[in-house]
């Protein structure tokens, strides 16, 4: 039994340290959602952020766009040219993506200063790919409404876990301790 732990031992460290990681910063966000509740955003600071970036690039792009919040449920309306297109809610907004895309980081990391920057970099390289991504869903469901579900279900999540799986394969392949041990 101890042979197989030893063996094991890089697998079982990544994977403790992933959840570890995941769950404190979990937590930590839940805790900055429920307090978000009695703060003067609504839903929340970074919900209510990407919206109106998102209106901000939409607009800069030439389609005329207004966010407001939404009355029945934590979410802001997205309306393009007058047509309510879709609702952004915290889902949207990257930072739970974020937080999986710093886990593993965190789970593989290599020299201090390499990992903090990369984590950084990474962060708003997701951030920003997220924004492009509700533009571009906007867009399509503003002109091509009845593939709503394609666009929403599979090609835009595939985009932006497709990036945090690249940068999580960069990572390990250039800059993680496991590629200065074996590489």
Excluded at 118 to 140: D, E, Q, T
Excluded at 155 to 175: D, E, Q, S, T
Aim: net charge positive; hydrophobic share 50%; aromatic share 16%.
């Amino acid at each position: 039994m101890k042979s197989i732990i030893v063996k094991y031992k890089p697998v079982i460290k990544f994977i403790l340290i992933f959840l570890l990681v995941y769950g404190v910063l979990s937590l930590a966000y839940n805790y900055y959602l429920d307090v978000s509740k009695e703060g003067s955003y609504y839903p929340d600071y970074i919900t209510n952020l990407v919206a109106n970036q998102s209106k901000d690039l939409l607009e800069n792009v030439g389609y005329s766009t207004n966010v407001v919040i939404h009355t029945d449920e934590p979410s802001m309306k997205l309306i393009v040219r007058e047509k309510y297109l879709a609702r952004v809610i915290e889902g949207c907004n990257g930072t739970s993506i974020i937080i999986l895309f710093i886990s593993f980081i965190i789970a593989f990391a290599g020299k201090f200063k390499i990992t903090v920057i990369y984590i950084l970099a990474g962060s708003v390289l997701i951030y920003v790919v997220n924004l492009i991504r509700i533009v571009i869903l906007s867009i399509g469901l503003f002109h091509y409404p009845w593939r709503k579900e394609e666009m929403h279900t599979v090609i835009f999540p595939a985009i932006i876990y497709g990036i945090v799986f690249l940068l999580w394969m960069f990572w390990v392949n250039r800059f993680s301790k496991l590629k200065t041990k074996n590489g």
